[in-house]
């Protein structure tokens, strides 16, 4: 069965507008657009709509940092901290491959604005964990992050549960230990020179070393999150790899769940000596990039989905 998001999605691809109205779903569609079976499901899901439909109305006044990228569902929220580029929606396909009573959020640093990016770890994530209790003052959280993001969800972890909260999940998705970035960041740093558009095929070349197996490196194409970038991105995201090269964790005295690929360049077993538990689940051979944006996505869903299912039966228990 179609999850509620997707519903609705599909209904406004054919022009179809649902709202609250003191409490009552009202309806506007073309002539033609409601055929019998749509009204039917509209009928059956009532109730769970009308939920999905007061939640997107309760975000609208969600902090700006946080952003809903697969919204509803009566689960407890995952907080996924974004990655380089900041770009949450990167999440997207593995968002919707999740349960659909599972919400995803979101977590952006401050800068993708205009304004000026932090400077270190630690800021990055008590900016970060001010925004996560705004929006769920307390605990038990259950957070993600990708990439240089698997860092700063790992600081957010420890100043939660130094402040008392408990943290539930803490899932490091294709997270490169920090000293894994010292070429890139310090490569980074050095971009103050060329046009933009240089800028941007200097990091091409840098990443295609870094990220790509050395068979693939001549060939010519641009990765999404790179040929994207803006200026702004490009500030963030130098400023998130300077941050996280300096960085220099501290024991956690929780337990981690690393989602790692075939990329030895992550240095993913390092993580081990910083917590008191390392679980390590295998999602392929692909870089993690490529596992994200395509069909083997679901090999990670299932992965991710499988813990969050043990956490909630633990917790019910």
Same mark, same amino acid.
């Given at each position: 069965?179609?999850?509620?998001?997707?519903?609705?999605?599909?209904?406004r691809?054919?022009?179809v507008?649902l709202?609250?109205?003191?409490?009552r779903?009202?309806? &506007?569609a073309?002539?033609?657009?409601?055929?019998?079976?749509?009204?039917?499901t509209?009928?059956?899901r009532?109730?769970?709509i009308?939920?999905f439909?007061?939640?997107?109305?309760a975000?609208?006044?969600? %902090?700006a940092?946080?952003?809903p990228i697969?919204?509803g +569902?009566?689960l407890?929220p995952? !907080?996924?901290?974004?990655?380089?580029?900041?770009?949450?929606?990167?999440?997207l396909?593995?968002?919707?491959?999740?349960?659909p009573?599972q919400?995803v959020l /979101?977590?952006q640093p401050?800068?993708?604005?205009? &304004?000026?990016?932090?400077a270190?770890?630690?800021s990055?994530?008590?900016f970060?964990?001010e925004?996560?209790? =705004?929006? =769920?003052p307390n605990g038990?959280y259950?957070?993600g992050?990708?990439?240089s +993001?698997?860092t700063?969800?790992f $600081?957010i972890?420890?100043?939660?549960?130094?402040s /008392?909260?408990?943290?539930?999940?803490?899932?490091?998705?294709g997270? *490169?230990?920090?000293t894994? !970035?010292? %070429?890139?960041?310090r490569?980074?740093s050095r971009l103050?020179?060329?046009?933009?558009a240089?800028r941007?095929?200097?990091?091409?070349r840098r990443l295609?070393k870094?990220?790509r197996?050395?068979?693939?490196?001549h060939?010519? $194409?641009?990765p *999404?999150e790179?040929?994207?970038?803006? #200026?702004i991105?490009?500030?963030v995201?130098?400023?998130t790899?300077?941050?996280?090269r300096a960085?220099r964790p501290?024991?956690?005295?929780?337990?981690?769940d690393?989602f790692? &690929?075939?990329?030895?360049?992550?240095?993913?077993?390092?993580?081990r000596? !910083?917590?008191r538990?390392? =679980?390590q689940h295998?999602?392929g051979?692909l870089?993690i990039?490529?596992i994200?944006?395509?069909?083997?996505v679901?090999?990670?869903a299932?992965a991710?989905? #499988?813990r969050?299912?043990?956490?909630?039966?633990?917790?019910?228990?």
């Open positions: 069965m179609m999850d509620t998001a997707s519903l609705l999605s599909n209904l691809e054919r022009d507008r709202w609250v109205d003191d409490g779903i009202k309806c &506007s073309p002539a033609g657009a409601l055929d019998a079976e749509t009204r039917a509209l009928a059956s009532k109730q769970e009308l939920a439909l007061h939640e997107a109305e975000l609208k006044s969600t %902090p940092a946080i952003v697969k919204p +569902g009566r407890p995952l !907080f996924i901290v974004s990655g380089y580029r900041g770009d949450v929606f990167f999440m396909p593995l968002a919707r491959h999740l349960d009573e919400p /979101g977590v401050p800068g993708l604005d205009g &304004s000026e990016p932090l270190s770890v630690e990055l994530a008590r970060q964990v925004q996560i209790r =705004r929006y =769920r038990p259950l957070l992050g990708h990439c +993001g698997g700063i969800a $600081e972890a420890q100043q939660l549960t130094a /008392g909260q408990e943290v539930a999940f803490l899932g490091l998705i997270s *490169p230990f920090p894994a !970035f010292l %070429p890139l960041a490569f980074a103050t020179s060329g046009s933009l240089e941007k095929q200097k990091i091409m295609q870094l990220i197996p050395p068979e693939r490196v060939q010519p $194409e641009a *999404p790179v040929s994207s970038m803006t #200026k991105d490009l500030r995201g130098g400023a790899l300077a941050a996280v960085y501290r024991r956690y005295d929780g337990e981690i690393q790692v &690929s075939g990329e030895e360049w992550h240095h993913a077993n390092r993580w000596a !910083f917590a538990t390392v =679980r295998s999602v051979s870089d990039e490529e994200l944006r395509g069909p083997e679901s090999v990670l299932a991710l989905q #499988k969050l299912d043990s956490i909630a039966s633990k917790a019910a228990a």
